[in-house]
């Protein structure tokens, strides 16, 4: 397939899409970059079909940009292809591919009989590709700040890197992940490739103009952030283009007002220029609250048409809420066409697959429905249905009925935090929620050249927000500036060693040395840290001036980087589901553990007791079973001392 480059559904973050029903569609949105062009593009769908379809009378059809592109008939094969040329139109806009997928279904030969039929179903899958054609007028004038951000794969920083410069390039690194670009990579301006050249260089103006010299043409005031896009023709490539992005200050408050003006939606959009030149700053943090309208999660009122079963699916995550829920109280307001006497129609609410509530709809055509759901019915991750369900009495094709409409007010209808969880020991299952408000993250210096991917990536995550857009700014400090954060949660990032770790009180696992984590049943080893320096530890807990603390701790050698990043890695959508508090990960494991302090669970390698304790937890039962042995034969042998006294006294 022709196209200098390919990208593929599932790279901009578009999972498996299931279409159900005689009609239904979805659409999907697709940034277009500079030095690609609508024009003599190509489109590939893959998808799957019910295998019990009519193909005869089934059609799929690919809309783009509003404007009917290809309609096809399909086989009901394991996976089925159709190539959709792209051609512009008066419709296409710069910035966006829309691509609107429908399709047309049907079983037997009577649309009236399949209407409510399981057996309607169509999967388009993550592996279908767009291949690009290249704009043929890409070059210097067609690239500038409003469209140069999205293109670039990689981050360049000063080797002495700051605060404020890591908090930047974080940030940075969490917008673009958050904007569906697959991979950023980070380098040191000291380990930048030479043949890199399409990249942001972050840092202030002094540290970055011994490097880039005269593509660095522009000299900031104090307390002045600057955005400037260097671009040139690349002689040795044929139609490259040679981008260096720069965000630069010549101090920190100067950064502050450039990271703002990256990030706030709108101002770098409109910028179609090649200097931004920013003298204030506009940032305002995210409050976080309790409620939750489903317009949050989608910016529209979806409009459900049919007869039998219409559903909508609202996905959210716990951590959209200020604090973690016990309990939900759920409010919808439905908008819905009047039904008959005789006619039978239902509103359904599901949360994770589980029946909240159900309601009879009625000739009004609109009702307010409310719902709550209990600490057991919610997830860290949920899906919560909608369902209107209708059934005319004179079924579908009968007098003048064509189809019911349905729709949930997305603007007037919540969710809202009942109850507050409270856990008796803080656990995994927090992150990323208690972070996402009020949290420095610390790192200690000696460990800095090692922390800067995983501080991106934790970044990132703790923006797990349904806009996608970075609306939370955690401070990034060194450790030994903590004390500036009392009251706060924080994270730490450090060695073992680190002065800070030696003050946590509650810290469930201790560094003094390695150490054995024992199970429930006696003797029984379930960890032995024998090769510290090849793991890495993260811990959650709380402390008496920190409210919850995070710490993840590595050894400061070669293997630190790719340790500490496996280390935020982990704590993802399948580990924080998790009680545990302790994590113990090496380069392709992880394990977790639920600790208390001052356990017996845990010895320590070279205690006193250490030796003692291992040999009591292994062979307590027995030893205790000798004991009250002993004690019964004493027991006897006084009884028997007893009884000769008795008889002498009796003779």
């Known amino acids: 397939?022709?196209?200098?480059?390919?990208?593929?559904?599932?790279?901009?973050?578009?999972?498996?899409?299931?279409?159900?029903?005689?009609?239904?569609?979805?659409?999907?949105?697709?940034?277009?970059?500079?030095?690609?062009?609508?024009?003599?593009?190509?489109?590939?769908?893959?998808?799957?079909?019910?295998?019990?379809?009519?193909?005869?009378?089934?059609?799929?059809?690919?809309?783009?940009?509003?404007?009917?592109?290809?309609?096809?008939?399909?086989?009901?094969?394991?996976?089925?292809?159709?190539?959709?040329?792209?051609?512009?139109?008066?419709?296409?806009?710069?910035?966006f591919l829309k691509i609107t997928v429908k399709s047309q279904l049907i079983i037997g030969n009577d649309v009236c009989q399949d209407d409510n039929n399981a057996g309607l179903w169509l999967n388009i899958l993550p592996s279908s590709t767009v291949y690009w054609a290249k704009n043929k007028q890409y070059g210097p004038s067609t690239v500038n700040l409003s469209n140069t951000l999205f293109s670039k794969k990689a981050i360049v920083y000063p080797n002495n890197i700051s605060a404020a410069e890591l908090q930047t390039v974080a940030l940075t690194y969490a917008k673009l992940l958050r904007s569906t670009t697959e991979h950023i990579d980070l380098y040191p301006i000291s380990q930048m490739p030479q043949a890199l050249d399409n990249f942001i260089a972050i840092g202030l103006a002094h540290k970055l103009k011994p490097k880039f010299g005269s593509k660095l043409n522009i000299t900031p005031k104090?307390?002045?952030?600057?955005?400037?896009?260097?671009?040139?023709?690349?002689?040795?490539?044929?139609?490259?283009?040679?981008?260096?992005?720069?965000?630069?200050?010549?101090?920190?408050?100067?950064?502050?007002?450039?990271?703002?003006?990256?990030?706030t939606p709108g101002i770098l959009g409109s910028s179609f220029q090649d200097v931004l030149k920013v003298d204030k700053a506009g940032y305002k943090e995210l409050e976080k609250k309790n409620r939750l309208k489903l317009s949050d999660l989608e910016d529209n009122n979806n409009l459900m048409m049919g007869t039998g079963s219409l559903s909508h699916d609202y996905r959210f995550k716990t951590s959209v809420f200020s604090t973690l829920p016990a309990a939900l109280n759920c409010q919808f307001e439905i908008r819905f066409s009047g039904i008959g006497q005789h006619d039978r129609g239902y509103f359904n609410v599901y949360l994770n697959d589980i029946?909240?509530?159900?309601?009879?709809?009625?000739?009004?055509?609109?009702?307010?429905?409310?719902?709550?759901?209990?600490?057991?019915?919610?997830?860290?991750?949920?899906i919560l249905r909608t369902e209107f369900v209708f059934y005319p009495v004179n079924g579908v094709c009968q007098g003048n009925f064509?189809?019911?409409?349905?729709?949930?007010?997305?603007?007037?209808?919540?969710?809202?935090?009942?109850?507050?969880?409270?856990?008796?020991?803080?656990?995994?299952?927090?992150?990323?929620?208690?972070?996402?408000?009020?949290?420095?993250?610390?790192?200690?210096?000696?460990?800095?050249?090692?922390?800067?991917?995983?501080?991106?990536?934790?970044?990132?995550?703790?923006?797990?927000?349904?806009?996608?857009?970075?609306?939370?700014?955690?401070?990034?400090?060194?450790?030994?500036?903590?004390?500036?954060?009392?009251?706060?949660?924080?994270?730490?990032?450090?060695?073992?060693?680190?002065?800070l770790l030696q003050s946590f009180q509650e810290m469930p696992l201790q560094y003094k040395t390695d150490f054995t984590i024992y199970g429930e049943q006696p003797g029984h080893a379930i960890y032995k840290l024998s090769s510290p320096e090849a793991s890495a530890i993260s811990q959650i807990f709380r402390d008496q001036y920190y409210p919850i603390v995070l710490s993840v701790t590595a050894l400061p050698n070669e293997a630190a980087t790719g340790l500490l990043e496996n280390s935020i890695l982990d704590l993802n959508e399948q580990l924080n589901l998790l009680s545990g508090n302790t994590l113990i990960n090496s380069k392709n494991s992880h394990l977790v553990f639920n600790l208390e302090r001052n356990s017996n669970n845990i010895v320590y390698q070279g205690d006193g007791n250490g030796r003692w304790q291992t040999f009591w937890l292994k062979y307590k039962l027995i030893l205790l079973a000798g004991v009250l042995f002993l004690i019964f034969l004493a027991y006897l042998y006084v009884r028997s001392k007893v009884s000769k006294s008795q008889k002498i006294v009796t003779q």
């Open 222 to 263: 104090r307390g002045e952030g600057i955005l400037y896009l260097n671009k040139e023709t690349d002689t040795a490539k044929a139609g490259s283009l040679r981008q260096i992005l720069f965000v630069t200050a010549a101090d920190v408050a100067g950064m502050s007002k450039a990271t703002d003006a990256l990030l």
């Open 402 to 499: 064509r189809r019911f409409i349905g729709q949930v007010d997305a603007s007037k209808s919540y969710l809202e935090v009942a109850d507050n969880l409270e856990e008796k020991q803080v656990s995994f299952y927090s992150y990323p929620d208690v972070f996402q408000q009020e949290t420095a993250i610390l790192v200690a210096k000696n460990m800095l050249s090692h922390a800067v991917k995983a501080i991106c990536e934790l970044t990132y995550q703790l923006n797990d927000h349904p806009s996608n857009e970075i609306v939370y700014r955690p401070v990034i400090d060194f450790s030994n500036n903590a004390a500036k954060y009392k009251g706060h949660n924080i994270v730490l990032i450090s060695d073992r060693q680190d002065q």
């Open 1 to 95: 397939m022709a196209g200098f480059a390919q990208k593929s559904f599932e790279s901009y973050g578009f999972q498996s899409q299931l279409i159900r029903g005689t009609e239904g569609q979805y659409i999907y949105y697709i940034r277009i970059l500079p030095n690609q062009q609508l024009d003599k593009s190509t489109l590939i769908i893959d998808f799957q079909a019910s295998k019990v379809l009519n193909t005869a009378k089934s059609f799929i059809h690919v809309l783009i940009n509003d404007m009917p592109a290809m309609s096809s008939s399909f086989q009901t094969d394991s996976i089925n292809k159709i190539v959709v040329p792209i051609r512009k139109n008066s419709k296409a806009t710069s910035d």
């Open 355 to 382: 029946l909240l509530t159900s309601r009879q709809l009625n000739e009004s055509g609109t009702l307010q429905v409310s719902a709550t759901a209990n600490r057991y019915q919610i997830k860290k991750f949920n």
